[in-house]
T-cell receptor, first 113, second 116 residues
Framework: DQQVKQNSPSLSVQEGRISILNCDYTNSMFDYFLWYKKYPAEGPTFLIS?????DKNEDGRFTVFLNKSAKHLSLHIVPSQPGDSAVYFCAASGRGDTDKLIFGTGTRLQVFP | NAGVMQNPRHLVRRRGQEARLRCSPM?????VYWYRQLPEEGLKFMVY????????ESGMPKERFSAEFPKEGPSILRIQQVVRGDSAAYFCASSPLRTGGTGELFFGEGSRLTVL
């Protein structure tokens, strides 16, 4: 029962171009969504989040878009940099839940020169 | 302000032995979460604890696994009679208060358990 899905296990993008990472969810009770970035042999680090009352949140090169009707969110990175190469996890939490985050399976982004 | 500290970073156990993984949350954080990442998979929630209380253990296997977060000292994830399928990276995360659904957690670097 995978409530948060990242259907693309990997993505390769040229430096300077836009990276778009996608995430779908099934639980309509989710009301907060986050993206985490993970380098090998390290723990995930928080990147950006969005509440369900918004449809867009921007922080520098990173923008998250939320489409509630489609139960879909995406992370845009522009311009992409080689240092962005990592695994990106989408996560969701629900009001009334115990605040645990439900993670997707991750998308490995590689940004090449 | 030190981050979430996990130890050991690497642990090797033979089948049937016990594994104990420790997590010291960030200073001022009283909420601890444990996640497991199996090879080539995402992070799976295991358990959420506050000091001296288990709040949500819906992700914990029914047998052999237990967790605690005592009043003093680190949180401990204990795996008894380990099997090869327990080999994974175990991540601890903490937050300063009940996040109310805003969800940002601070993760440690993980403990990698290998069962021979």
């Amino acid at each position: 029962d995978q409530q948060v899905k990242q259907n693309s296990p990997s993505l390769s993008v040229q430096e300077g171009r836009i990276s778009i990472l996608n995430c779908d969810y099934t639980n309509s009770m989710f009301d907060y969504f986050l993206w985490y970035k993970k380098y090998p042999a390290e723990g995930p680090t928080f990147l950006i989040s969005i509440s369900s009352i918004k449809d867009k949140n921007e922080d520098g090169r990173f923008t998250v878009f939320l489409n509630k009707s489609a139960k879909h969110l995406s992370l845009h990175i522009v311009p992409s940099q080689p240092g962005d190469s990592a695994v990106y996890f989408c996560a969701a939490s629900g009001r009334g839940d115990t605040d645990k985050l439900i993670f997707g399976t991750g998308t490995r982004l590689q940004v090449f020169p | 302000n030190a981050g979430v500290m996990q130890n050991p970073r690497h642990l090797v156990r033979r089948r049937g032995q016990e594994a104990r993984l420790r997590c010291s949350p960030m200073k001022g954080h009283s909420h601890v979460y444990w996640y497991r990442q199996l090879p080539e998979e995402g992070l799976k929630f295991m358990v959420y604890l506050q000091k001296e209380n288990i709040i949500d253990e819906s992700g914990m296997p029914k047998e052999r696994f237990s967790a605690e977060f005592p009043k003093e000292g680190p949180s401990i994830l204990r795996i008894q009679q380990v099997v090869r399928g327990d080999s994974a990276a175990y991540f601890c995360a903490s937050s300063p208060l009940r996040t109310g659904g805003t969800g940002e957690l601070f993760f440690g670097e993980g403990s990698r358990l290998t069962v021979l």
